[in-house]
């Protein structure tokens, strides 16, 4: 027998486990009936694709037996079993970053929720919400020794050869003191139904009844065992939809998600022909966890003829889908399909091709709450999967949302070109980092005045790499308005003359600015500000921003293109300034503060800031 640590960040688990939670205490079935449920699939593949594991009769199924003379509930499956290292490897030891980030999003003001804990992965220890002791007993298919890792829960477990006469697992939990309602056999009866009635294998309830025998005073109360089956235990999606209804395919999500909120979105097809597979689908009410990790778990567990395969495939779904949960099921696919083959193989791609389409067009038909829903939670994935599936990226541009000038809340571009200029047919943006400054941005109030919409994309991060790359939409050109003229009532002539009456002034601005400008012209898209700043359209630089920063790299300096407002006071007064000093102080004052509303910074700020205190002074 040995005594082993819990890896640190477990230790910490184990405490949240026993001391914060109190909601939902009933999850701990869900969580080991699906890791049950999981142990059983491995088996049955391998029975059914490894000469070794052909064994007579072998059916799967899981057995939770009550004993309410011990306190204990055992949770017993035939599966594929853990060895000595396999129990210390995937419960005593976490690799997966799941515990941290589930430590983290239940420490500080998040709402202490256990139900949480089967997405981040970390589902087994849930048990000690209710246990005291808990035994876990193994064999290994095709192993011969067996082991017993035991553990309180407080930090520190043990490992030891035992026997046991075939391959799988039992979860012996011996339950604290007051959560004896789990040795109630309707109360997990219940808990079975709710989460885990449509697991593909039989779940057996094992628990003793009273029984009376006899009469009168010859009448004697004898226990005896009964043993039943509590679920379904059909794989849903191989039924027909007709005999479906919305609550079987919402608590059919509630298993493989681990979520306890209804999808936003599920849909089950049968596909025909060439190429046979079922597919059912949901969409989360609310993104997983892992959504923008790196190594974010797979929703989508992929069955050849209702023997489960992998859920481990990334590639099932294109990345950007990565939110998606549920289940493909081929009829053509080889059983023994290698990792290597998946990647390749024709059935799948096509697979993904159709499914891709029906996730897509199933979004699109969402309406109201529910789209508004799919915006908040999925916009950021929907941008990303324009940038990379080209295939279906009228769809999904269908789909994408973006803050606005005209209104608040988010528009789609559909709305946009219906109340856009059909004869122009161009869709206006602006991107930047702060929604407030570019709502505030001069360069905006041209179109404000001409009563142009213009959408408003702070995401820059994504935006900026993204949207220059969508090009149309529905013929629509997209035109990023910090490089194009400005929408305006003057003619050609009327510009050129005002270029010409100012020239002198704007000489001279450029000849203080120097090489900080690469041109200071007067422009008649301000109306408030006196001047503004844009990137050059013609510099090769302003177009690979996108790039840059895809690179993760700085974008280089461009020289920027400063325009000041014939109109304004300021402009006018500074034409016929005669302190120099002041003109020069003035000239980087119009400069620094352009540059401040696009949100970049002066170049040397405590000059400007000087600047600005000595103008003020001289205002007093
Ligand atoms: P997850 O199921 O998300 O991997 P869990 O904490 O629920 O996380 O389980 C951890 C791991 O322990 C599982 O991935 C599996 O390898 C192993 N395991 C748990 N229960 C069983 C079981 N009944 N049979 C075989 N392996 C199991
Ligand atoms: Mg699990």
Known sequence: MAKHQFQTEIGQLLKLMTHSLYSNKEIFIRELVSNASDALDKFNYLSLTDEKFKEENWSGKITIKLDKDDRSMSIMDNGIGMNEADLMDNLGTIAKSGTKSFVESLTGDAKKDSNLIGQFGVGFYSVFMVAEQVDVISKKAGEEQAYMFSTDGTGEYELKSVTKESHGTVIYIKLKEDEKEFLDKWRTQEVVKKYSNHIAYPIILNYEELESEGEGDEKKEKKVQKSEQINEATALWTLPKSELKKEDY???????????????????NKVEGANEFTTLFYIPRTAPMDLYRADYQPGVKLYV?????TDDDKELLPPYLRFVKGIIDSEDLPLNVSRELLQENRILANIKQNSTKKILQAIKKLEGEDAQIFTEQYNR???????TD????????????????????LVSFEEYISRGDSEKKEIYYIIGEDEKVLRNSPLLEAYKKANIEVLIMDDQEVDSIVTPMIGTYKEWTLKDITTIDAPDSKTEEEK??????????TDKIKEVLGDEVKEVKTTSRLTSSPSCVLKDPSDPMAGMAAMFAQMGQEMPETPLILEINPDHEMIKKLDKLEDKSLFEALSWILLDSAKLSEGLEPKDKGAFAQRVASLATKAL
């Open 250 to 268: 919402v608590e059919f999500y509630k298993t493989i998600s681990h979520d306890s909120d209804e999808p936003l979105v599920y849909l089950h």
């Open 305 to 309: 003829k209702r023997v489960f395969i």
């Open 381 to 387: 994935v929907i941008k990303e999967g324009i940038y």
């Open 390 to 409: 080209h295939t279906n990226k009228e769809l999904l541009l269908d789909l994408v949302k973006y803050k606005s000038s005209n209104e608040e809340g």
């Open 496 to 505: 050129e003359e005002v270029a010409k009456e100012f020239k002198p002034l």
